[in-house]
């Protein structure tokens, strides 16, 4: 199957169980890296959900009040659940916890040549690899996300630079 990215070197797309948390922010962490370091065009970056409950949302307010306290731009970005296409559009798909990467493995077409990562597993603190999902609160809990995003993207980064 074609890939519809062929304009794109690389791409990432990061999926937690909603898109209102912790894979919009890792989405907004490395679309804004890459445009630090002046290579966004190379990337194609989005986020997705495994569960459909939240489709056509917008962000949760804690994960923009986050954005914007560590000086991030807010996503407007709206939650969507991944879809067969995604595995062949992207060369990185990346999971958040244990039950992410259970429904993005069952759901990888055998032809699909993308790899499934557990983000957590680039963190440089190595305390744990699972990305704590923060919702519906407090915003500390928001804030260790964004932490862990950030640092896992930072990696992430570097090695595909």
Not at 4 to 21: E, H, Q, R, V, Y
Request: proline residues 4%.
């Amino acid at each position: 199957m074609a890939s519809s990215s062929s304009n794109k070197n690389k791409s990432a797309l990061f999926i937690c169980l909603g898109n209102i948390c912790r894979s919009v922010m890792a989405e907004q962490i490395l679309r804004e890296l890459v445009e630090e370091k002046g290579v966004a065009d190379q990337w194609k970056i989005d986020s997705a959900a495994t569960a459909t409950y939240n489709i056509g949302n917008t962000p949760y307010n804690l994960t923009n009040e986050t954005l914007k306290k560590y000086n991030r731009k807010p996503s407007s970005h709206i939650a969507r659940q991944v879809t067969k296409q995604d595995y062949y559009d992207f060369h990185y798909l990346f999971g958040f916890d244990e039950d992410n990467m259970r429904q993005l493995k069952r759901r990888k077409p055998d032809d699909s040549k993308c790899q499934l990562i557990l983000l957590g597993d680039l963190d440089t603190d190595k305390s744990t690899n699972i990305i704590v999902d923060p919702y519906p609160g407090p915003l500390t809990d928001f804030e260790t996300a964004y932490e862990q995003c950030e640092r896992c993207c930072k990696v992430f980064l570097s090695q595909n630079e």
